[in-house]
């Protein structure tokens, strides 16, 4: 079974501009979850997107957006980019939803590295 | 304030020898815990996960929790150089207004000396 695959693998990106990153979970998965990964703040969550719905938020600016298509499918947004965005963009996917006491595993794809100049 | 504390390392162990790795948080009502292994430059990949006090054993690894003292450990025995990487905790918590949130440690790196 294919993995979580990112698109595309790397981004350099001038301040001010918008970027979106794609993934494509594992077949078969509902839900998807975006994480920024920074040197300095670890792995931060982002957001959880199943079933076409977001169901879960991290502590991010609106700037951060997100979406999921009937087949699963995940893009995420960034508009007005800032230098602090730079980071490693991570994505998983697991068969079901993330927001119960006791979470399905969660699969990573490769991640979008974003610099932000 | 949800937290998940881990030791930065590096931690160095000799190759064939028990490595043990810690990792504790902040909320004591979490009931699921995972151990995830990043590469330098890779993404991290499920090691483990555990949810019951007492061991899991899945092959060369060992996850230990214990609620009580909040804290989950993951031991890995005879230890590879292959198994140099940094090791990531993650804790279920629930974060109010919001819903259950894995929340991570910053990781342990391990480097395991031939």
């Known amino acids: 079974k294919a993995g979580v695959t990112q698109t595309p693998r790397y981004l350099i990106k001038t301040r001010g501009q918008q970027v979106t990153l794609s993934c494509s979970p594992i077949?078969?998965?509902?839900?998807v979850s975006w994480y920024q990964q920074t040197p300095g703040q670890g792995l931060q969550f982002l957001f959880e997107?199943?079933?076409?719905?977001?169901?879960n938020k991290g502590n991010f600016p609106g700037r951060f957006s997100g979406r999921q298509f009937s087949n699963s499918r995940s893009e995420m947004n960034v508009s007005t980019l800032e230098l602090g965005d730079s980071a490693l963009y991570l994505c998983?996917?697991?068969?079901?939803?993330?927001?119960?006491?006791?979470?399905?595993?969660?699969?990573f794809g490769p991640g979008t590295r974003l610099t932000v100049t | 304030q949800k937290e998940v504390e881990q030791n930065s390392g590096p931690l160095s162990v000799p190759e064939g020898a028990i490595a043990s790795l810690n990792c504790t948080y902040s909320?004591?009502?979490?009931?699921?815990f995972f151990w995830y292994r990043q590469y330098s430059g890779k993404s991290p990949e499920l090691i483990m996960f555990?949810?019951s006090n007492g061991d899991k054993e899945d092959g060369r690894f060992t996850a230990q929790l214990n609620k009580a003292s909040q804290y989950v450990s993951l031991l890995i025995r005879d230890s590879q150089p292959s198994d140099s990487a940094t090791y990531l905790c993650?804790?279920?918590?629930?974060?109010?207004?919001?819903?259950?949130?894995?929340?991570w440690g910053a990781g342990t790196k391990l480097i395991i000396k031939p």
């Open positions: 998983a996917s697991s068969v079901g939803g993330q927001g119960a006491n006791i979470p399905y595993e969660q699969y």
């Open positions: 077949s078969g998965h509902r839900s």
């Open positions: 997107y199943f079933s076409e719905t977001q169901r």
């Open positions: 909320d004591r009502g979490s009931q699921s």
């Open positions: 555990i949810y």
């Open positions: 993650a804790v279920n918590m629930w974060i109010l207004y919001s819903n259950y949130q894995l929340i």
